[in-house]
């Protein structure tokens, strides 16, 4: 049995300056990402499968690296097509999303329809599962509304904000089986799989997070990467 672990980038440093797939991962989120692999259940994985977007690229290298891996960049396995709007205020992107899932077939303010970014969830799944011949588990890091069409699918459910993960900053992870194709696991906090989860007050986390102005020094940017 080949298990397939699906992983939700944890938090970010919000930018209304920057596009949002160049977002990083903030000081909570790498601190979330070493977290999960300071436990066991990653140790065993043998290949690393991401999105092309920043945060996700992160989250990626933290777990490749360790494992003495590279990370496969693939951008079909990216967020839901936001570019019509870009950055939207937190109310405003909430109430979005929550259209996104009710109304799949639709655009919402010109979104990537639901049901056409789960069909290329879905696919680029599908192509990575053909091209992997790794004996162990394999990683697939991605975002959370894609995550959610693609565990709607596997489930076999109708798009639904019930399949999606809803954890305070983001970081879900759900596991299947790759040739049978059935969920072995269902969305968790990726921090239930950290030894000892440390937990900083709001103003720890903000002190220590980068600055959305400051240049990030970021390993995956300039660490060489393939492509499928």
Same mark, same amino acid.
């Given at each position: 049995?080949?298990?397939?672990?699906?992983?939700?980038?944890?938090?970010?440093?919000?930018?209304?300056?920057?596009?949002? %797939?160049?977002?990083?991962?903030?000081?909570?989120?790498?601190?979330?990402?070493?977290?999960?692999?300071?436990?066991?259940?990653?140790?065993?994985?043998?290949?690393?499968?991401?999105?092309?977007?920043?945060?996700?690229?992160?989250?990626?290298?933290?777990?490749?690296?360790?494992?003495?891996?590279?990370?496969?960049?693939?951008?079909?396995?990216?967020?839901?097509?936001?570019?019509?709007?870009?950055?939207?205020?937190?109310?405003?992107?909430?109430?979005?999303?929550?259209?996104?899932?009710?109304? %799949?077939?639709?655009?919402?303010?010109?979104?990537?329809?639901?049901?056409?970014?789960?069909?290329?969830?879905?696919?680029?799944?599908?192509?990575?599962?053909?091209?992997?011949?790794?004996?162990?588990?394999?990683?697939?890091?991605?975002?959370?509304?894609?995550?959610?069409?693609?565990?709607?699918?596997?489930?076999?459910?109708?798009?639904?904000?019930?399949?999606?993960?809803?954890?305070?900053?983001?970081?879900?992870?759900?596991?299947?089986?790759?040739?049978?194709?059935?969920?072995?696991?269902?969305?968790?906090?990726?921090?239930?799989?950290? %030894?000892?989860?440390?937990?900083?007050?709001?103003?720890?986390?903000?002190?220590?997070?980068?600055? %959305?102005?400051?240049?990030?020094?970021?390993?995956?940017?300039?660490?060489?990467?393939?492509?499928?």
């Amino acid at each position: 049995m080949k298990t397939v672990y699906v992983i939700t980038h944890p938090d970010v440093v919000i930018d209304p300056n920057v596009p949002v %797939p160049q977002w990083p991962l903030s000081a909570r989120g790498r601190e979330r990402m070493a977290g999960i692999m300071s436990g066991q259940l990653l140790k065993q994985v043998t290949a690393v499968y991401s999105s092309d977007e920043q945060k996700a690229l992160d989250g990626a290298w933290m777990i490749a690296k360790p494992l003495g891996l590279k990370v496969a960049k693939v951008p079909t396995l990216g967020e839901i097509d936001r570019s019509s709007t870009g950055y939207l205020p937190r109310e405003k992107h909430d109430h979005n999303a929550k259209l996104l899932f009710e109304y %799949p077939h639709d655009s919402i303010d010109g979104w990537e329809i639901a049901i056409e970014a789960q069909y290329r969830m879905v696919t680029t799944v599908y192509r990575i599962l053909e091209f992997d011949k790794t004996a162990g588990p394999i990683v697939i890091m991605t975002h959370g509304a894609v995550g959610s069409f693609l565990y709607s699918h596997l489930k076999k459910h109708k798009i639904s904000l019930a399949d999606s993960p809803d954890f305070p900053g983001g970081g879900g992870i759900f596991s299947f089986e790759a040739k049978s194709l059935e969920v072995l696991t269902g969305w968790q906090d990726i921090d239930v799989f950290a %030894p000892k989860v440390v937990t900083r007050s709001k103003s720890e986390s903000d002190e220590n997070q980068p600055s %959305p102005h400051a240049p990030v020094v970021n390993e995956a940017r300039n660490s060489p990467e393939t492509r499928i």
